[in-house]
């Protein structure tokens, strides 16, 4: 983990209200995983006052790529950062996604879980890693890769414009009974309702996935307690501990095992 | 040469005067390879208690108008774990490792006390957060008390000779009759302030920003009140005073330095900037040598 002076390369609209840019950032290049993200800072003032969490989505040489969704205040000012700024990162956070090897991956994002999501998929690729890419939208217009099932990428919208109408857990399902092996891993990331929507199936299933959590951040690298994320303890939860019913989505995540969370 | 070390009371010597505030720097062992905590003037754990504690259930954060809420739940290790894999740690820094109590019940404040006492630490002293529910009394904070706070520094002082500090909620209606009173129990100096309580609502679904409703505000936001409450308590009492509150930069910190604080503590900003405590020592030194100023003394209380 360091801070870095990263310099913005490019940054222009990916998709509908999606964006994407690419940072030099020789160091945290060096060394990130996919799943892991970085800690912005978005002003040098103190509006927002708060560093924002960013999954790392791409890696190249000395550069890493974001994606990421306009939604606030923080995101609307990295939308209009131009080439040669200097920004601000601490990175590279968090635990990452975890391979295991003789499982068949299947990796399912939507909204801006395309980020972690698009990093592994490269990840993979480069390590010759046969995988599925499963990626949910609500509308054509949000997705900026081509449904390709024969090449092993799936996309969904939820008004059919393109790919399989539905949901990500609808195109989930069409994908698993189209595959062979029956030793898949899933590895999830998304808005809220998709992850809920993707731990229950998954659970129903008894299928193993890893799912990438959002959790509002303080600080990123453990000293707040601000991230908590609830996982099922059989712990007594009248019997004190600490860092069992609640974990750190910064530290122990971001992250889970769909079956460990609450 | 301007000289930064600073003298509480006549107990403890700190190297300089910049802090981390309890629950804004862990431990100082999570980041040894961002901040070299031995350069600051001391450091405050999270606050301990006498068990572990998971704290609150998301979301325990919520970004504000130049601050930040927090409903974290005093989650920690408790004092077993505290004293087997942190208190080794902090006996090796060179700075002040000052250990941050709480509790729910004199009893609890008291033997998490003991239990640390019991191991002849190497530590410079106790800040002792009474911004806690007292579970005895109906939920009422220690420190909206005069009687209580005044009853829990007490007891406390009887059982350390080491450096004992009161951590003082802005949440009151007369600070300074709590600072009288923290300095009558025996405390060796105060620390002002804790965050101010506060609240966030989703204007859209109506649902709290905080898990728990209210939670406390810290950062930018809070630095006036901060500054007032720290004027306050210096004008009432003859021990030192610790300044807290939406300190970001070197100014801010000479300010509390001119409203009667020895030593401040660095919160919110460190989650900005891990380094700023650090940061801030070195541009303290030039700030004061362009006011022509030797020492912090010159100008502390010098407000007008
Ligand atoms: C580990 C991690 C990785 C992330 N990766 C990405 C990514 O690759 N691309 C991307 O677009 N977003 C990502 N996010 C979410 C991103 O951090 C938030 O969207 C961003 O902080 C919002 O900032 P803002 O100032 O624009 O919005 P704000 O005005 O702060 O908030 C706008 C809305 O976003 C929600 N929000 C704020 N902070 C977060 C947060 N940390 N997590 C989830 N929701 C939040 C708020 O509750 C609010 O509803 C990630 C979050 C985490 C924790
Ligand atoms: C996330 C968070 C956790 C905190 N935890 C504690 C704590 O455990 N004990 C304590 O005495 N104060 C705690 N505080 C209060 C700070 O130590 C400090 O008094 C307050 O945040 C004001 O300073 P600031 O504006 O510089 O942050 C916490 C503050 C924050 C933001
Ligand atoms: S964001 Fe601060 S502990 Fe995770």
């Given at each position: 983990?360091?801070?870095?002076?990263?310099?913005?390369?490019?940054?222009?609209?990916?998709?509908?209200?999606?964006?994407?840019?690419?940072?030099?950032?020789?160091?945290?290049?060096?060394?990130?995983?996919?799943?892991?993200?970085?800690?912005?800072?978005?002003?040098?003032?103190?509006?927002?006052?708060?560093?924002?969490?960013?999954?790392?989505?791409?890696?190249?040489?000395?550069?890493?790529?974001?994606?990421?969704?306009?939604?606030?205040?923080?995101?609307?000012?990295?939308?209009?950062?131009?080439?040669?700024?200097?920004?601000?990162?601490?990175?590279?956070?968090?635990?990452?996604?975890?391979?295991?090897?003789?499982?068949?991956?299947?990796?399912?994002?939507?909204?801006?879980?395309?980020?972690?999501?698009?990093?592994?998929?490269?990840?993979?690729?480069?390590?010759?890693?046969?995988?599925?890419?499963?990626?949910?939208?609500?509308?054509?217009?949000?997705?900026?890769?081509?449904?390709?099932?024969?090449?092993?990428?799936?996309?969904?919208?939820?008004?059919?414009?393109?790919?399989?109408?539905?949901?990500?857990?609808?195109?989930?399902?069409?994908?698993?009974?189209?595959?062979?092996?029956?030793?898949?891993?899933?590895?999830?990331?998304?808005?809220?309702?998709?992850?809920?929507?993707?731990?229950?199936?998954?659970?129903?299933?008894?299928?193993?996935?890893?799912?990438?959590?959002?959790e509002i951040?303080?600080?990123?690298?453990?000293?707040?307690?601000?991230c908590s994320v609830e996982?099922?303890?059989?712990?007594?939860?009248?019997?004190?501990?600490?860092?069992?019913?609640f974990?750190?989505?910064?530290?122990?995540?971001?992250?889970?095992?769909?079956?460990?969370?609450? | 040469?301007?000289?930064?070390?600073?003298?509480?009371?006549?107990?403890?010597?700190?190297?300089?005067?910049?802090?981390?505030?309890?629950?804004?720097?862990?431990?100082?062992?999570?980041?040894?390879?961002?901040?070299?905590?031995?350069?600051?003037?001391?450091?405050?754990?999270?606050?301990?208690?006498?068990?572990?504690?998971?704290?609150h259930p998301p979301p325990r954060?919520?970004?504000?108008?130049?601050?930040?809420?927090?409903?974290?739940?005093?989650?920690?290790?408790?004092?077993?774990?505290?004293?087997?894999?942190?208190?080794?740690?902090?006996?090796?820094?060179?700075?002040?490792?000052?250990?941050?109590?709480?509790?729910?019940?004199?009893?609890?404040?008291?033997?998490?006390?003991?239990?640390?006492?019991?191991?002849?630490?190497?530590?410079?002293?106790?800040?002792?957060?009474?911004?806690?529910?007292?579970?005895?009394?109906?939920?009422?904070?220690?420190?909206?008390?005069?009687?209580?706070?005044?009853?829990?520094?007490?007891?406390?002082?009887?059982?350390?000779?080491?450096?004992?500090?009161?951590?003082?909620?802005?949440?009151?209606?007369?600070?300074?009759?709590?600072?009288?009173?923290?300095?009558?129990?025996?405390?060796?100096?105060?620390?002002?302030?804790?965050?101010?309580?506060?609240?966030?609502?989703?204007?859209?679904?109506?649902?709290?920003?905080?898990s728990?409703?209210?939670?406390?505000?810290?950062?930018?936001?809070?630095?006036?009140?901060?500054?007032?409450?720290?004027?306050?308590?210096?004008?009432?009492?003859?021990?030192?005073?610790?300044?807290?509150?939406?300190?970001?930069?070197?100014?801010?910190?000479?300010?509390?330095?001119?409203?009667?604080?020895?030593?401040?503590?660095?919160?919110?900003?460190?989650?900005?900037?891990?380094?700023?405590?650090?940061?801030?020592?070195?541009?303290?030194?030039?700030?004061?040598?362009?006011?022509?100023?030797?020492?912090?003394?010159?100008?502390?209380?010098?407000?007008?």
């Open positions: 983990m360091v801070i870095e002076e990263a310099k913005v390369r490019s940054n222009g609209r990916l998709a509908q209200g999606i964006y994407t840019m690419e940072l030099t950032a020789p160091v945290i290049a060096s060394s990130v995983q996919p799943g892991q993200f970085v800690n912005t800072l978005i002003s040098e003032g103190w509006f927002p006052l708060l560093r924002r969490p960013m999954s790392v989505a791409s890696r190249s040489d000395d550069r890493i790529g974001l994606i990421y969704k306009v939604v606030g205040a923080g995101t609307q000012a990295m939308a209009s950062w131009t080439p040669g700024q200097q920004v601000n990162l601490l990175g590279p956070l968090g635990n990452g996604w975890t391979v295991d090897e003789g499982t068949f991956p299947v990796l399912v994002g939507g909204g801006v879980g395309i980020a972690p999501i698009s990093f592994l998929h490269e990840e993979l690729k480069d390590h010759g890693i046969e995988h599925h890419l499963l990626m949910g939208a609500r509308d054509g217009s949000e997705h900026y890769l081509q449904h390709a099932p024969e090449e092993n990428i799936t996309l969904t919208t939820d008004n059919g414009t393109v790919g399989i109408k539905g949901t990500a857990i609808d195109g989930l399902k069409v994908v698993l009974n189209l595959l062979s092996s029956n030793s898949v891993t899933i590895f999830g990331c998304g808005p809220p309702p998709m992850l809920v929507a993707l731990k229950l199936f998954v659970n129903d299933q008894g299928l193993p996935c890893q799912l990438a959590t959002e951040m303080g600080c990123g690298f453990g000293i707040c307690q601000g996982l099922k303890t059989d712990v007594d939860h009248h019997q004190p501990s600490y860092r069992q019913r974990k750190l989505a910064c530290i122990d995540g971001p992250v889970f095992w769909a079956h460990e969370l609450a | 040469m301007v000289d930064l070390t600073v003298t509480l009371g006549d107990k403890l010597v700190l190297q300089n005067p910049i802090l981390t505030a309890s629950g804004t720097f862990g431990y100082g062992d999570e980041v040894p390879e961002l901040v070299d905590v031995n350069q600051l003037g001391g450091l405050v754990t999270k606050s301990i208690t006498r068990h572990p504690r998971e704290g954060i919520a970004e504000t108008s130049a601050g930040m809420l927090n409903a974290i739940g005093l989650a920690n290790i408790g004092v077993e774990r505290f004293c087997n894999e942190k208190l080794p740690y902090l006996a090796e820094l060179s700075t002040a490792a000052i250990v941050s109590i709480a509790g729910s019940s004199f009893e609890e404040y008291q033997e998490v006390m003991k239990i640390i006492e019991g191991r002849q630490p190497r530590i410079m002293g106790y800040e002792i957060n009474i911004s806690c529910p007292n579970v005895h009394d109906g939920g009422m904070e220690f420190g909206v008390s005069t009687y209580m706070t005044e009853e829990l520094t007490r007891h406390l002082r009887e059982l350390t000779a080491r450096f004992l500090i009161v951590k003082l909620s802005p949440n009151v209606t007369a600070i300074s009759d709590i600072a009288k009173a923290a300095e009558q129990g025996g405390a060796d100096a105060i620390s002002a302030i804790n965050t101010v309580v506060g609240m966030g609502v989703d204007p859209r679904t109506g649902t709290f920003q905080l728990t409703g209210i939670g406390g505000l810290s950062g930018p936001a809070i630095k006036p009140i901060a500054l007032a409450a720290v004027y306050k308590v210096a004008q009432a009492v003859t021990i030192p005073v610790i300044g807290i509150g939406g300190i970001m930069t070197v100014g801010d910190v000479v300010a509390f330095v001119r409203a009667g604080a020895h030593a401040v503590q660095i919160g919110t900003a460190n989650f900005r900037d891990p380094g700023i405590g650090i940061r801030l020592i070195s541009e303290l030194g030039s700030f004061l040598e362009e006011l022509g100023v030797s020492r912090l003394s010159e100008i502390r209380g010098s407000a007008h």
